[in-house]
């Protein structure tokens, strides 16, 4: 059974960082993505960053050059590095995977419970 767990969401002023943490258990597939999508009360689900097993990221027009994403070496934990956040980056983030070989799948298959940001003075 995949398991995706988030953590690290909180309450930062504007300029602040943030890093979030995403941990998958329970997969021994050696292809897979793993990505980072946020989403405020109604508005859709936005792609905000991925990377592939092989090490492939996409970032969204969200990261806009602010967000990072970055993998330990054992390969299950993906971070997602915010700084110079806004209040617009307010949002429930949500951690995904799903395993295929296409580097930018479509669709994934296990999701994490979120975590909440909220950048506010």
């Known amino acids: 059974q995949v398991q995706v767990v988030e953590s690290g969401g909180g309450l930062v002023q504007p300029g602040g960082s943030l890093r979030l943490s995403c941990v998958v258990s329970g997969s021994t597939s050696r292809n897979y993505v793993l990505g980072w999508f946020r989403q405020t009360p109604g508005k859709e689900r936005e792609f905000v960053a991925s990377?592939?097993?092989?090490?492939?990221?996409y970032y969204g027009d969200s990261a806009n050059g602010r967000f990072s994403v970055a993998r330990d070496n054992g390969k299950t934990t993906l971070y997602l590095q915010m700084n110079k956040l806004e209040p617009e980056d307010t949002a429930v983030y949500y951690c995904?995977?799903?395993?295929?070989?296409?580097?930018?799948?479509?669709?994934?298959?296990?999701w994490g419970q979120g975590t909440q940001v909220t950048v506010s003075p």
């Open positions: 990377m592939s097993a092989g090490g492939s990221i």
């Open positions: 995904a995977f799903t395993v295929t070989v296409y580097a930018r799948p479509t669709k994934y298959d296990y």
